[in-house]
Every structure is written in structure tokens, then in C-alpha cells.
């Protein structure tokens, strides 16, 4: 998705080149394109088939992408309203009706325990301490061999988790992991 002022552009498949609102909020930081080119190269471009997990939607950017490419089901997970609000419209532009946006706080929603998910996408807000809160809480939400895309303002370790690949673009930070007994 091209970045142009308060818009997003999906990259790849059915949706390709639509462009797409991102509200003007503080913090909200579409990932880059060359990250979300890189991150669809290493998860196949084509998701045929595959449930994804969008956690800390904002612009939706990656979950948007994984529906283009095939997803039968799409989560977009937004605690604030106003960005929610965004990705229903965007939703409902593209008639994306694989696609489900929940306002809703991410760790609710994972201890929840509603489902499985092949990918699921964790880009919280960079100053937080969410991505410690919701680490412990993806193992149950994640299918046999399914993958988790973290992105991180640093370069960081995870416990438990196998780095199966990683990218570094400017200030973001991207990891694809599988759980260290999964592998």
C-alpha cells in the first residue's frame, strides 16, 4: 500500500492499487511498502484460504493486503472508535466481505479465545508495553504452523518464539515468527 497523505494504496492482488482513507490520529503508522512487499514475499502472495489475525489494526494496511491476496477471513482488531469507524468504510469501498473490524481491545479479544488464525499481524503502538501483553496470549490463537508478522521500533528478542525471518527498514523493525515447538 503507496502512502500518499492520509491514504494507503494495497499493493498486490484482487484489491491492487485501491486506495484506502487512513484517519489522521496520532501514532497511526501504515507499514511501509517495501516491509508489506517483503512480509507477502516470505508468506507466499497468494493466501488462499488462510484466517488472519490483524491485532492493532490503525490503517489496516496489513490486513487489507492479506484479503486482497486470498484470505477467507480477515480480523481487524481496533480499540480506538474513530479508527474503527476508518476500516469499516474502507470495508464496505472494496465490498470486502471477508473482512470483520471489531472496536475492541486486542488482549480482550485474544483471551477471548474465539478461533484460530494461520497469520496474525501484531503491530501495536511503538511507545507501549502491549506487545509483552499480547506475546503470551498468540500460542492459543494460532493454528498448526501458522505465523506471527511483529514489527518494533527496536530490534528485540523473542522468548519462545523462533525468528524465521526479519527485516529492517528505516525505523521499523519486522519478524516473522513460529512458535519454537511448531517448527
Known amino acids: 500500500m503507496t502512502q500518499q497523505r492520509n491514504k494507503v494504496r494495497i499493493i498486490g492482488g484482487q484489491?491492487?492499487?485501491?486506495l484506502?482513507?487512513?484517519?489522521?490520529?496520532e501514532g497511526l503508522r501504515p507499514t511501509p511498502d517495501r516491509v508489506r512487499e517483503t512480509l507477502f514475499?516470505?508468506?507466499g502472495q497468494e493466501l488462499d484460504g488462510l484466517r488472519c489475525l490483524d491485532l492493532f489494526a490503525g490503517s489496516g494496511a496489513l490486513g487489507f493486503e492479506a484479503?486482497?491476496?486470498?484470505?477467507?477471513?480477515?480480523?481487524?482488531v481496533e480499540k480506538v472508535r474513530a479508527v474503527a469507524d476508518t476500516l469499516h468504510r474502507n470495508v464496505q469501498l472494496l465490498g470486502a466481505t471477508q473482512i470483520q473490524v471489531l472496536n475492541q481491545d486486542a488482549s480482550a479479544?485474544?483471551?477471548?479465545?474465539?478461533?484460530q488464525f494461520d497469520v496474525i499481524f501484531v503491530d501495536p503502538p511503538y511507545a507501549s508495553a502491549l506487545?509483552?501483553?499480547?506475546?503470551?496470549?498468540?500460542?492459543a490463537r494460532l493454528a498448526a504452523g501458522g505465523r506471527v508478522y511483529v514489527e518494533t521500533a527496536a530490534a528485540r528478542e523473542f522468548a519462545g518464539w523462533e525468528v524465521l525471518r526479519s527485516i529492517r527498514a528505516g525505523l521499523v523493525h519486522g519478524y516473522l515468527l513460529a512458535q519454537e515447538s511448531s517448527i
Do not use: I
Not at 484506502?20 to 490520529?25: F, G, H, I, W
Not at 479479544?109 to 478461533?115: D, E, F, T
Open 15 to 18: 484489491y491492487r492499487r485501491r
Open 20 to 25: 484506502l482513507e487512513v484517519p489522521a490520529v
Open 41 to 43: 514475499n516470505w508468506l
Open 67 to 76: 484479503a486482497s491476496r486470498g484470505a477467507k477471513e480477515v480480523v481487524l
Open 109 to 115: 479479544y485474544l483471551s477471548a479465545g474465539q478461533g
Open 131 to 139: 506487545l509483552a501483553q499480547v506475546l503470551p496470549l498468540l500460542p
